[in-house]
């Protein structure tokens, strides 16, 4: 079981050398434009709701 279980960690290590990853600055950008999407898209979504909440009001009242 312990064997097993080293086995497993020297895998995990070379796996992780073998990972291509980000720079520092392709690590912002990327931040950056996922928080741009998510704040375009609740903006967006915050829009509909405002409009089908003034459109019920008329229907309802």
Do not use: C, H, Q
Not at 4 to 28: G, Q
Not at 39 to 50: C, E, I, V
């Amino acid at each position: 079981m312990w064997n097993r279980f080293v086995n497993y960690l020297r895998d995990v290590k070379i796996e992780l050398k073998k990972v291509n990853w980000p720079s520092r600055s392709e690590t912002l950008r990327y931040t950056f434009i996922v928080v741009g999407i998510s704040l375009a898209t609740a903006l967006f979504l915050g829009a509909l709701d405002f409009v089908f909440i003034r459109v019920l009001n008329k229907f309802i009242l």
